[in-house]
Nanobody, 119 residues
Framework: QVHVVESGGGLVQAGESLRLSCAVSGNMFNIAAVGWHRQAPAKQRELVAL????????YALDSVRGRFIISRDDAKNTVYLQMNRLKPEDTAVYYC????????????WGRGTQVTVSS
């Protein structure tokens, strides 16, 4: 089993920054990727960014490219999402999830952390 716990959310003003953390524990042998997702009120959950086991990164949303940075600290088993120049439309619950090798979808979701950006 793999467990993920998100932290770092909060209430900020537009233009400010936040860094989210995703602490991963358990059996990490079979992890293909760790992805940050978000779900805004009345909207579907969407993938924001991911980092592969080999360290390659990708950003799924044009709106965050250039503002958000995904990274990881292997010594701490933690994946980060640095969010800069935040906008009100970034307001959402942010979730971390694991994609296992051979799996069709992300599983082992965390409970999420709320990010609220005021204008």
């Amino acid at each position: 089993q793999v467990h993920v716990v998100e932290s770092g959310g909060g209430l900020v003003q537009a233009g400010e920054s936040l860094r989210l953390s995703c602490a991963v524990s358990g059996n990490m042998f079979n992890i293909a990727a760790v992805g940050w997702h978000r779900q805004a009120p009345a909207k579907q959950r969407e993938l924001v960014a991911l980092i592969l086991a080999n360290g390659a990164t990708g950003y799924a949303l044009d709106s965050v490219r250039g503002r958000f940075i995904i990274s990881r600290d292997d010594a701490k088993n933690t994946v980060y999402l640095q969010m800069n120049r935040l906008k009100p439309e970034d307001t959402a619950v942010y979730y971390c999830a694991i994609l296992r090798r051979g799996a069709a979808a992300y599983d082992h979701w965390g409970r999420g952390t709320q990010v609220t950006v005021s204008s």
